[in-house]
């Protein structure tokens, strides 16, 4: 009886096991991500830096060696924005980069002393002596020694705005995984627990197991990991009582494996979406610390343009939040009975006021469905926007409601650019754009129809789509109808 006790596996203990170790990969996995994206982005912004700081340090260097006059300093430092150049007495101690790492160094200073600098002034705070950092490089013109300061706090400023964005960003979708992926993983293993505890009952039973064979069986199963998910329980080695244990392992392992490469992807995705707009804010402040201090075209350009990335990283945040919400099962549905007439002709009409440049129309019956009207709004202007994106200025967007059955039909139609077939059954993928050029162009991140398939396959529907190359597109939302509902329920 006791050897019987030492070689049975047991179930919970093998479940938690399991959980605790995938759930763990998983979330470091995701942090070392995170931090590896991170880190490179800072490598990246100190590479730009420090060569910024070099070009602008041998441009004032090129004219002090050509003009050796008093003056020289004041006329270099008016001719070049963003730098102060001084005599020096001696030079201080410093960076000199020896050879061959000097080579790609300008070769007016590539010999010179080099060193930073934050702002010093008491009470400071560690940002505020950020913003005053400067690159300095000594540079001797034979008969004066000068120090030429370039200054990068400028940069500092915003690029620590952007910086945070992303922080944050990382910090709640860290936040929201923790339990979704305990729960996902726990969720998955039962079956395990179930499956090892029904061969464990047969075996008290009396049933033919070998019990070499049941040992080998569990040494297998806790050779699997998350480093490991490609492992598989070979089934003809089994005996026939342990086939559907180790298939159902299999099945199990197949469904976490699918589900770890959609997070990895999902991620990946998700850093490359929060990427651009960073580079694109990066790029604009260094034109301001540049041109834009003195060029009010430039600043004004730069300023609409950083406002206009933010904003996209706000929206793309929010999306992500709210698929992070549904994934958690954390949005309540707040059923009523309204008319989905009502609804179309609502969205339409608010559409109409904020865009000129295409035709309008509502053809609609009267139908009502039980659902969240707010979500199921959202969904309908999804499907708007993308219409409204992919057609040309003068097309025309027809949305209609609709009764087939028991079923509930609203509908948006374009004479767009329409979908070729091919990618029809990718619309809906998270990050997924069929024209990388064109969805860039409208701002778009591919998570629109992700978010208003998941709304609706929440409410128990699903959704169709009917589209042709040059002619458009036409995506139907189909729900349950009221009085289908109501039937059912009586009966």
Not at 170 to 185: A, G, P
Not at 243 to 248: D, E, F, H, P
Not at 254 to 261: L, V
Not at 355 to 366: A, G, K, L, P, Y
């Amino acid at each position: 009886m006791s050897k019987n006790k030492k070689t049975a596996p047991e179930p919970l203990k093998v479940r938690n096991s399991l959980a605790r170790k995938l759930s763990s990969r998983l979330f470091f996995r995701l942090l070392g991500i995170f931090l590896s994206l991170d880190i490179m982005i800072c490598l990246i912004t100190g590479v730009f830096l420090i060569g910024y700081g070099e070009r602008k340090a041998d441009a004032a260097a090129r004219m002090l060696k050509d003009s050796l006059s008093p003056d020289a300093a004041q006329t270099v430092q008016q001719a070049i924005p963003g730098i102060r150049v001084e005599t020096v007495s001696s030079v201080p101690d410093g960076i000199i980069v020896p050879l061959p790492f000097s080579y790609p160094l300008p070769e007016e200073t590539r010999t010179s002393v080099r060193s930073a600098e934050l702002k010093e002034e008491a009470g400071a705070g560690y940002f505020d002596r950020l913003n005053g950092a400067v690159y300095l490089v000594y540079y001797d013109a034979g008969i004066y020694e000068y120090k030429i300061s370039v200054a990068l706090g400028t940069f500092f400023y915003y690029f620590r705005y952007a910086l945070c964005v992303l922080l944050v960003y990382e910090f709640l979708v860290l936040l929201s995984r923790i339990t979704k992926d305990r729960r996902m993983v726990t969720r998955t293993l039962d079956p395990i627990a179930e499956l090892a505890e029904a061969a464990k009952s047969l075996n008290r039973a009396g049933s033919r197991f070998d019990p070499d064979k049941m040992a080998a069986l569990a040494g297998k199963l806790e050779g699997i990991n998350a480093a490991r998910l490609d492992t598989r329980l070979q089934v003809d080695e089994t005996q026939v009582e342990l086939k559907n244990l180790a298939m159902a392992i299999n099945s199990m392992l197949d469904r976490i494996n699918e589900a770890y490469r959609a997070q990895v992807r999902f991620v990946s995705d998700a850093s490359h979406e929060l990427r651009t707009p960073i580079s694109v804010i990066q790029g604009y402040a260094n034109l301001l610390d540049r041109w834009g201090k003195n060029d009010e075209k430039t600043l004004q350009e730069s300023i609409n343009a950083i406002k206009d990335e933010a904003a996209n990283m706000k929206e793309l945040i929010e999306q992500l939040l709210f698929l992070a919400r549904g994934d958690n099962n954390t949005i309540t549905l707040q059923l009523e009975k309204f008319s989905l007439k009502d609804l179309a002709e609502e969205v339409v009409n608010e559409t109409r006021m904020i865009d000129t440049t295409h035709r309008f129309e509502v053809r609609s019956s009267e139908v009502c469905v039980n659902a969240d009207r707010a979500l199921i709004k959202q969904a309908l202007r999804i499907l708007v926007d993308n219409a409204i994106k992919y057609t040309d200025a003068g097309g025309t967007i027809t949305v209609a409601t609709g009764r087939e059955g028991e079923l509930a039909k609203l509908s948006v139609t374009d004479d767009g650019i329409g979908i070729s077939p091919e990618i029809v059954p990718q619309i809906f993928d998270r990050f997924y754009r069929a024209d990388e050029s064109r969805a860039r162009a409208t701002g778009g991140a591919g998570l629109g129809l992700s978010i208003a398939k998941w709304i609706v396959s929440r409410h128990g529907g699903h959704m169709e789509v009917l589209s042709r190359e040059g002619i458009g597109t036409k995506i139907v939302i189909v729900l349950t109808d009221c009085g289908a509902e109501e039937k059912t329920e009586e009966q």
